[in-house]
């Protein structure tokens, strides 16, 4: 009798807590993300990384690059010679030199980027 009923009991907890636990895991990927990236992204993305926007729509909705990771095993690095968001630029090209959002098609780019647009002012 004791067992029948803490059977149930555990899969009722496991359900409750399912949801707190993913969003902690989910906040430990955003962490290693930041920490893979820290000497080479732009401090937008790491802060993107942090607030979720780099990854999602609205949580727990993923854009085009979130759906990427996820489907590589949260291989983000795996995932840096593709266009997620499709913009013509890779996903290493958007965080390693152009600062953009690599799951956003309309995030700014390196050509509307404000020290673009001073640089074709001071020449
Ligand atoms: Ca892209």
């Known amino acids: 009798m004791g067992k029948s009923l803490s059977v149930p ?3 009722s907890l496991c359900m409750l807590l399912l949801p707190f ?26 802060n993107a990384a942090q607030n979720c926007s780099l990854c999602h729509t609205s949580v727990p909705e993923v854009n085009p690059y979130g759906q990427e990771i996820a489907d590589a095993g949260f291989g983000w690095f795996v995932v840096e010679p593709l266009d997620s968001d499709g ?19 309309i995030s700014p780019t390196e050509t509307t980027s404000w020290s673009h647009i001073k640089a074709l002012y001071t020449k």
């Not at 290493?92 to 799951?103: A, N, R, V």
């Open 9 to 11: 009991m555990c899969l």
């Open 87 to 105: 913009d013509g630029r890779t996903n290493g090209e958007e965080i390693y030199s152009d600062c953009t959002l690599p799951g956003d098609a």
């Open 21 to 46: 636990s993913s969003a902690r895991a989910n906040e430990g990927i955003a962490d290693i993300w930041q920490l893979d990236y820290a000497d080479v992204a732009c401090s937008m993305l790491l």
